[in-house]
């Protein structure tokens, strides 16, 4: 007797039951297909994987440092000594810092002080020029004056000194001609008119009396010329010969005294 696959089958004699093919065994290892065999695997090294995780114990945690504790004063002496340390620094560049300005404006300085000096002694010869030449002409309008006051006292002692100025204009070269005139102060006149008679006469001078000429001194006058005798210009010619530049006006010729 045929039986419908998959309901009965026949054993012993007897029809019993079919399993149902969600009711049979795996089929063999050797019967699976290639990608269940992988699903398998895969799956069984994962459940191997979590058991073996937990069944491994934990690493043990790593052991604490200790933490020292810092004690506040010696917290506070750090502190004072990095203090004290910055400051020392900031002392020694500030110092240094110092020297270089302090260089700096030194050499400045001497530097100045140096173009002074420099200047100085560039116009010291001209300074000292100038001062001889000052002392000089201070030195030479004392000597004048005092020469000046003694012409005029030896011209009052010897009025007879007109006699030597008038000589020798007589004897000087050319000899004026055209009606030459001597000119004298009246004092002085009558002694020349008295004493160089002759000497006038031959040259053929004529004495005239001007009152504005000083005692011991005289001029001619002629159409050929004129001769300064005056005691203002002879002092003038002095002057100049000896500072090679006119007299001080500070400086005025010696007077004649009137005799007494």
């Known amino acids: 007797m045929s039986s419908q696959p998959g309901l009965h089958r026949f054993n012993a004699g007897k029809f019993l039951p079919q399993a149902s093919a969600a009711l049979q065994p795996p089929a063999t290892k050797a019967a699976q297909t290639a990608w269940e065999r992988w699903e398998m695997a895969s799956f069984a090294k994962s459940s191997d994987a979590s058991a073996g995780d937990l069944t491994t114990p934990p690493p043990e945690p790593a ?3 200790p933490v020292t504790q810092i004690d506040e004063a010696e917290l506070a002496e750090l502190r004072l000594q990095a203090h004290k340390a910055g400051e020392a620094e900031g ?3 500030g110092h240094a810092r110092g020297l270089a300005e302090g260089h700096a404006a030194g050499l400045a300085a001497v530097q100045a002080q140096a173009a002074q000096l420099l200047a100085l002694a560039q116009a010291l010869p001209a300074a000292l020029q100038l001062a001889q030449n000052s002392v000089a002409d201070d030195l030479l309008a004392l000597a004048l004056d005092i020469a000046r006051q003694v012409l005029g006292q030896a011209l009052a002692a010897e009025p007879q000194a007109i006699l030597a100025v008038v000589h ?5 070269e ?3 001609s055209g009606a030459p005139q001597l000119l004298l102060h009246p004092d002085d006149a009558v002694m020349v008119k008295e004493l160089l008679a002759d000497d006038l006469k031959a040259a053929g001078w004529r004495v005239r009396t001007d009152a504005q000429i000083a005692r011991g001194g ?3 006058m002629a159409h050929s010329g004129e001769r300064d005798a005056t005691v203002q210009a002879r002092w003038e010619r002095v002057s100049a010969a000896l500072v090679r ?3 001080p006006e500070n400086l005025a010729a010696p007077e004649s005294a009137e005799p007494a």
């Open 218 to 220: 005289c001029r001619v």
């Open 168 to 172: 020798e204009l007589l004897q000087a």
């Open 245 to 247: 530049h006119p007299a």
């Open 91 to 93: 002392r020694e560049q």
């Open 174 to 176: 050319p000899s004026l």
């Open 63 to 65: 052991p604490l440092v």
